[in-house]
């Protein structure tokens, strides 16, 4: 497999939610007013309240956590393609990786994209330098 093939694999595997994760994003708590039952007590609605929030804050910490564990886990692969692929040394990778980092919030492919130009330009340096 060339090292283009495995950044490739690396941007499908990102495609198919390989780096992401599988707990739903909680989109806001319940407000203190609001009514599960109608037919029960504001004291027990309001219990209520406070319970689901307690499960959707624990959700929402859970899939932070989640999602930063899998962030690591695309760092450290593409990292490790960098390194044994590019025979770029541990500081250029984080480099690249990091400068093409702000790019993954408009999608994998402008991120991979990032990460091919600046490959380009360091090995384009490193080869001239040689």
Known sequence: M???DLIRKIQIDYCHHDYTSRIPVISGLYHSGHVFDAEKSPEWNLNKV??????????RNQ??????ELDQKLHSDLKKVLIEEYNLNDMQSKRIIDLAWSELDKGIDPFIRKIEYLLDFCLFILLKEE
């Open 2 to 4: 060339s090292r283009f």
């Open 50 to 59: 406070v319970d689901m929030n307690e499960l959707l804050v624990k959700d």
């Open 63 to 68: 899939r932070y956590l989640e999602q930063k």
